[in-house]
């Protein structure tokens, strides 16, 4: 498939892929357009690692809604009817051995193309099937460069192209963000001509430190259980905050069990005391991956505080 080819496909193939595909839409307010995919390599992807079989969505539990098994990783198109202008490409979490589309990045896409927005759901490559720990960080340079290349193709500026990620797709984004002229492939297409710096980014509940005591699940996929301190520090966010990074905006719950407010303290601190421009929300319950949140929560505000903070950004010329 050429990298220019759009594909309108299901979400997913099969009986029970469709009972998932339904209780999205139904649970999902009016799209302005169903989405559309765009592959992110010609051919076979960089890196080492293959994977085989279809790939798999999750059932009852906590992963339902949840992809894995990925060898296409690709984009998923959400266009709106009318566009601000404003792009953003929204990684879910899941411990970089699953993908959280249902309750992370899908409503998210939503919410978000229904204000205007371009967005670009990435549904990324996972060491946990296979494939090498950089691959799914060389998915998300990818992406940005192809977004930015094609912005006259979807109404978008060049220069207000965004990431946002939850929990280890945070980390995804937050690594892209203050990492993104790291060597973790070699291209030569005319999308690598193209930055991948992100223009502004928002981390929700993200995985930002890999160092312990923080024994989360990114930390195991992405540098062991026994990686020495040098390898925690090379994957932590905060060692690399510096004035030059993207406008960010930080989400957590003070009651996460499972990346707790410390990890969205440490970059805000290292970025604050670096000179980067970032602000900071803990809300006082949620635990971990709300995507949304529900009505009654204060944390249900967080898309709001997004976007207002965007504008802020925006009016100023981030």
Not at 26 to 54: F, M
Not at 77 to 90: D, K, L, S
Not at 216 to 232: F, P, Q
Not at 293 to 299: E, M
Request: hydrophobic share 40%; glycine share 12%; with cysteine.
């Amino acid at each position: 498939m050429s990298i220019d080819q759009v594909n309108r496909r299901g979400f997913i193939t099969g009986t029970t892929a469709l009972a998932v595909g339904a209780s999205l839409h139904a649970a999902s307010p009016a799209r302005a357009h169903d989405w559309e995919e765009i592959a992110l390599w010609p051919g076979v992807p960089p890196g080492r690692g293959r994977v085989t079989g279809p790939e798999k969505i999750g059932g009852e539990g906590a992963g339902f809604g949840a992809v894995s098994n990925i060898s296409n990783p690709r984009l998923r198109v959400y266009r709106p009817n009318h566009t601000n202008g404003r792009a953003v490409i929204v990684c879910g979490g899941g411990g970089y051995f699953r993908i959280q589309l249902w309750k992370e990045s899908t409503p998210a896409a939503q919410w978000l193309q229904n204000r205007g927005y371009t967005v670009y759901e990435l549904i990324y490559r996972l060491p946990n099937d296979g494939w090498e720990p950089a691959a799914p960080f060389a998915d998300a340079q990818r992406a940005m460069k192809i977004v930015r290349s094609r912005a006259a193709e979807f109404g978008i500026r060049p220069d207000a192209i965004g990431i946002m990620g939850h929990s280890a797709g945070g980390h995804l984004a937050g690594f892209t963000a203050l990492q993104p002229d790291r060597p973790l492939y070699a291209g030569s297409d005319r999308f690598e001509a193209t930055s991948a710096r992100p223009d502004f980014a928002a981390l929700l509940f993200p995985v930002v430190s890999l160092r312990m005591p923080f024994a989360t699940r990114t930390r195991r996929e992405i540098i062991g259980d026994n990686a020495d301190r040098a390898a925690e520090d090379a994957w932590s966010l905060d060692t690399y905050a510096a004035a030059g990074a993207p406008p960010m905006i930080l989400f957590s719950s003070a009651d996460d069990a499972t990346t707790p407010p410390a990890h969205n303290l440490a970059l805000f601190g290292a970025l604050r005391q670096a000179g980067a421009s970032a602000e900071l929300h803990i809300f006082a319950d949620g635990g971990h991956g709300w995507g949304l949140g529900t009505p009654h929560q204060t944390l249900h505000r967080w898309p709001e505080l997004f976007t207002t903070w965007l504008d802020t950004r925006m009016a100023g010329r981030l």
